[in-house]
């Protein structure tokens, strides 16, 4: 007779989840600039060609969080998130073999696709879908705690592993913690104990007929169009600054050191942030916490271009305000879905949120180098941040106002 199956307290599963962000976001993410460097010297492969694999990589995650976030809502969390790091371990040892820039393409355009259903976005579906949507902000808090050392943990060891090994076998490496994880979320994720487990196929119809009709309200609220525009907008933000900081900086006047130091307090600032409001600010509404960090960015983003040469202590200072709203806000975008439109369908809801913003993290960097083009200078690309972030700001105040001033998408199940 087979033993029942012990169940993994959610606070556990937010951990187990946490880690497993970590590795995903170090060994798919964080380590491709330093893979990219490599393989160039190795190959003689030119920048462009080998970043165009991660623009590929993130246009494809873009048409998959939808069918992720739908694939969660229905229960199938365990197996998408196993399944997709295993084949993810496939496609890094496909990645250690390769010599043709074709089968680079075609193996970034899987990766992209795997990403979809293993990193933030899917971690969280999964978190809510086994607490319940309403109660499932300390333990997303928890993952994105853990989430912030992505890059602190994976850039200094896989700078070790190509040191030691060399790029093809340090992606053998990767390959074999994306196989570890994906026998993990195989045995820790339990479905059966979600906060709304459906043992029958009538209840699973239901379910299935009510999260259809909760997307097809919320395409109809103009909550949803002003909250996509917004994270499209702080996407493209982000991702501009992000890839751009170095060059940017340089041409402030920073040396090569100073720019490392000031750019070393980016991932502990996000920690420290999302720390303070997991223990400050825990019962604080999403839309004024949301409301609050948006003033903050154009404030940086402002000062940054308004100051011709500035001092490193103030450069410091703006990159550790930036880690820290940006932190903060990285809770606050995992949890508008349930707070601004409905407590189901989040999986769903916050895909079709996602695929916007992936586009933008696609095509915003060469969008900024295709304006560093005009001049040979990063003073337009920076006024146009601060223009983003503006309309960011604008954006997301907007949706916020109207959400305290219109009903929920649906309101009888919200309240459920």
């Known amino acids: 007779m087979r033993r029942p199956t ?174 570890l994880w994906a026998l993990i979320y195989s045995r820790c994720i339990q479905p059966q104990f979600d906060h709304e487990h459906a043992t029958h196929n009538e209840a699973r119809e239901a379910n299935k007929a009510r999260d259809r009709a909760v997307v097809k309200a919320a395409l109809k609220n103009s909550v949803f169009w002003l909250l996509l525009v917004a994270m499209t907008l702080y996407s493209v933000m982000f991702t501009v600054f992000i890839f751009h900081a170095y060059p940017i900086l340089q041409e402030k006047g920073l040396s090569t050191d100073d720019v490392v130091l000031a750019l070393t307090v980016l991932g502990p600032a996000q920690v420290l942030g999302r720390v303070l409001i997991a223990y400050l600010a825990k019962n604080a509404s999403m839309r004024l916490l949301g409301s609050l960090i948006a003033c903050v960015f154009p404030f940086i983003f402002g000062t940054l271009a308004g100051i011709e040469r500035p001092a490193f202590w103030l450069v410091a200072l703006l990159i550790t305000c930036y880690g820290l709203a940006n932190g903060i806000f990285t ?64 954006a997301f105040w907007s949706a916020s106002w109207v959400s305290r001033n219109k009903e929920s998408i649906n309101r009888p199940l919200t309240e459920s």
């Open 331 to 394: 809770i606050v975008r995992s949890l508008l879905v349930p707070e601004l439109l409905s407590r189901h369908a989040y999986g769903a809801l916050n895909g079709l949120l996602t695929v916007p913003t992936m586009i933008a993290r696609a095509v915003g960097p060469l969008a900024a180098a295709s304006l560093w083009m005009i001049n040979k200078s990063y003073q337009v690309v920076l006024v146009s941040v601060c223009l983003t972030a503006i309309l960011f700001a604008c």
């Open 6 to 179: 012990r169940e993994i307290p959610a606070r556990w599963l937010a951990n187990i989840l946490g880690a497993g962000q970590v590795c995903a976001w170090g060994s798919l993410y964080y380590s491709f600039p330093l893979l990219a460097a490599a393989m160039g010297a190795d190959l003689g492969w030119s920048k462009p060609t080998i970043f165009t694999g991660a623009t590929v990589s993130m246009l494809v995650t873009a048409v998959f969080t939808y069918p992720a976030g739908v694939a969660i809502d229905r229960g199938h969390g365990r197996w998408l998130m196993a399944v997709a790091s295993a084949l993810a371990a496939v496609m890094l040892i496909w990645w250690s073999q390769v010599d043709a820039i074709l089968s680079f393409y075609i193996l970034c355009a899987g990766l992209g696709a795997l990403q979809a259903c293993i990193l933030y976005e899917p971690a969280f579906a999964v978190m809510a879908k086994r607490s319940g949507a309403a109660t499932a902000r300390p333990l997303i808090t928890i993952i994105t705690l853990w989430g912030g050392f992505a890059s602190t943990v994976f850039i200094p060891l896989e700078q070790f592993l190509l040191n030691q090994l060399g790029w093809r076998e340090s992606l053998v490496v990767l390959a074999g913690i994306n196989l």
